[in-house]
């Protein structure tokens, strides 16, 4: 039994998706009809597995419909997904996956994610050539000295900073180019990686959860429901102002711990490992040299002009990737690596990020299978009428739980909302509560389960720094029993205000 060891991340999904395989043979199948606006046409389709039909754009098919969202949030493009059509479940032809549907479903999960995958391959590239011209070195060091006796600022403003990406623009998938970035800082400032990790990935998570303006969640989420994204928007800042401080406070906790002395560390066993991966030399040997800040402030732009893009300008995969690549090549010329060197050292770079690409797949592909099994439409369907004849409370906490169970099978935040969003939302005005506290529920259900989903991206976040997820687990589960348990009190709450 000592022997035994924790699998790894492509292991643990490969096994999700046997069992999500086998489950198409249990759940049945069934659909709800979907309706997505043509602006091409000035048209609805609505569509089933029999046929698709054209209406008008119109109030009147909407309300004929039972999707109560104002004409205008489909026209101006806020409602670009099609998006399931209350009272419309159909039970289907059973489509149980095979043993051929499980082997193909990691490719056709590498496909699907083909656009955030070339995104981590093109970011570890230019990992690969800023970490040879030893400018990234020379900035730790420096950095390093300059914090000197003042570190918990680092954790402070990165989680701070994090969040703030996540609750306005969804900072999540973004997030993977800056664990090879910041993890190196963080062992320079003798906290252990899983700090850096912990900083990371939970800012991200808590800014997601509480969202605000954030148009992947919030916004498109309020907009299915058929109310203003202003709409609960107050509570939602104060629960992430809560949540942070309450991740803030945690994870200082545990890192001051193991700065004082580094054996409490859950990865101590991984010390020599991970410093290894990430070594920097943080002496003066490094010359901090014109041309070195020059590549380093070309590099920290590629990061400013993508969040720039995804905001301001409707950036998504393409324009990120091109940015990284050009970043890259920018800084070859800046530094004056030969071509042959360049090639050799970028494409090095990319093959360390390669196992995290396919996770990235792995993971999509479960979605696949749950979709060809048609499964998907069938837990929805079921789970929605759980909530029937609830009070208030229950309704609020039991639909928060639903959301978190869902996102198990549909981690895509955007996904989630337009597929449940018709379906959930007038399960409110049944119980006597506002629509808002669906989308609280959509929100904070999939966010707390975030923090521990194994098909989101902890994995591939875990893979970058090869930490284990079991030892994930350790470090976090008395943070996640606190943030649920919190945020079910605070959900409780609301509706009786």
């Given amino acids: 039994m000592k022997n035994l060891t924790f699998p790894s991340a492509q292991t643990i999904l490969l096994i999700i998706a046997g069992l999500v395989t086998l489950l198409t043979w249990i759940i049945p199948a069934g659909k709800y009809d979907t309706l997505v606006y043509n602006k091409e046409t000035n048209n609805f389709t609505q569509a089933s597995n029999e046929k698709s039909i054209d209406l008008p754009a119109t109030q009147e098919t909407l309300d004929a419909l039972a999707i109560k969202i104002p004409l205008e949030k489909f026209t101006s493009g806020g409602i670009y997904k099609a998006i399931n059509i209350p009272n419309t479940y159909k039970k289907q032809e059973a489509r149980p996956q095979g043993v051929l549907a499980f082997i193909k479903s990691p490719v056709k999960g590498i ?47 990165v989680t701070t900073l994090v969040a703030a990406g996540g609750t306005t623009f969804g900072f999540a998938e973004e997030t993977i180019a800056f664990f090879p970035i910041l993890i190196p800082v963080f062992l320079a400032a003798k906290y252990d990686a899983l700090v850096g990790v912990a900083c990371i990935f939970i800012g991200s ?55 004082k002395d580094p054996t409490k560390s859950i990865i101590y066993d991984q010390q020599q490992q991970i410093a290894a991966m990430f070594s920097t030399n943080t002496s003066e040997t490094v010359k901090f040299t014109t041309r070195l800040r020059l590549a380093l402030f070309v590099f920290t732009m590629c990061f400013a002009i993508m969040i720039y893009g995804v905001v301001f300008l409707e950036w998504w995969f393409v324009e990120m990737t091109a940015t990284f690549l050009v970043g890259s090549i920018l800084i070859g010329i800046i530094t004056g690596i030969k071509e042959s060197t360049f090639v050799d050292t970028f494409v090095k770079g990319a093959g360390d990020l390669l196992g995290v690409a396919l996770i990235i797949g792995i993971a999509r592909g479960i979605t696949v299978i749950m979709a060809d099994g048609l499964i998907s439409d069938t837990l929805l369907y079921y789970a929605s009428g759980v909530t029937n004849g609830m009070n208030k409370g229950l309704f609020a906490t039991a639909t928060t739980g639903i959301y978190a169970v869902l996102s198990f099978f549909i981690p895509s935040s955007s996904g989630m909302a337009v597929l449940t969003m018709p379906i959930m939302s007038p399960l409110a005005d049944g119980v006597g509560v506002g629509r808002e506290i669906v989308v609280n529920a959509y929100q904070y259900g999939m966010g707390l389960f975030y923090l521990i989903n194994p098909t989101g ?41």
Avoid: H, Q
């Fill in 111 to 157: 496909i699907e994610a083909a656009d955030i995958i070339f995104l981590v391959l093109i970011i570890g590239g230019l990992i690969g050539i800023i970490n040879s011209t030893g400018a990234f070195d020379a900035g730790i060091g420096w950095l390093a000295n300059a914090l000197k006796g003042r570190e918990f600022i680092l954790i402070i403003l």
């Fill in 205 to 259: 998570s808590v800014g997601t959860m509480c969202s605000t303006i954030n148009p992947f969640s919030s916004i498109i989420a309020s907009d299915a429901a058929g109310i203003s994204w202003t709409t609960g928007a107050f509570g939602r800042l104060l629960m992430l102002l809560a949540c942070l401080t309450i991740s803030i406070i945690y994870i200082l906790r545990y890192a001051n711990r193991v700065k």
């Fill in 457 to 497: 991206l902890i994995l591939a976040s875990l893979a970058i720094v090869k930490v284990g997820f079991n030892k994930w687990l350790k470090f976090i589960m008395p943070l996640f029993i606190i943030l649920v348990a919190f945020t079910l009190i605070v959900m409780t709450v609301l509706v009786y205000l």
